[in-house]
Nanobody, 120 residues
Framework: QVQLVESGGGLVQAGGSLSLSCAASGSVVSIELMGWYRRALGKQRELVATITRGGTTNYADPAKGRFTISRDYTKNTLYLQMNNLKPEDTAVYYC??????????????WGQGTQVTVSS
């Protein structure tokens, strides 16, 4: 198993910033892709941003220009810097990782989620 633990969510006013972290642990050979997703109340989970092992990033339109995804390869940790937050960014944010486990082979894991609430 590969465990993902998110942190950094909270309550912030519109226009403010938050930084999320996601630490991966387990017998990982490699993590090929990491990403952030979110689920707002009453809506389906949606992509926020992803980053490959090579550093290629991809952002959903709502995140472009405001959010920055990055990762620390030495710590197997994923980050999401969110600036100029809007009330519509309110959601539970989930971390996802895909890669190769030393024993299990290919894996896909999700974190438990962290709540981000943006007040107007």
């Amino acid at each position: 198993q590969v465990q993902l633990v998110e942190s950094g969510g909270g309550l912030v006013q519109a226009g403010g910033s938050l930084s999320l972290s996601c630490a991966a642990s387990g017998s990982v050979v490699s993590i090929e892709l990491m990403g952030w997703y979110r689920r707002a109340l009453g809506k389906q989970r949606e992509l926020v941003a992803t980053i490959t092992r090579g550093g290629t990033t991809n952002y959903a339109d709502p995140a472009k220009g405001r959010f920055t995804i990055s990762r620390d390869y030495t710590k197997n940790t994923l980050y999401l810097q969110m600036n100029n937050l809007k009330p519509e960014d309110t959601a539970v944010y989930y971390c996802k990782a895909e890669g190769v486990h030393r024993v299990l082979g290919a894996f896909q894991s999700w974190g438990q989620g962290t709540q981000v609430t943006v007040s107007s």
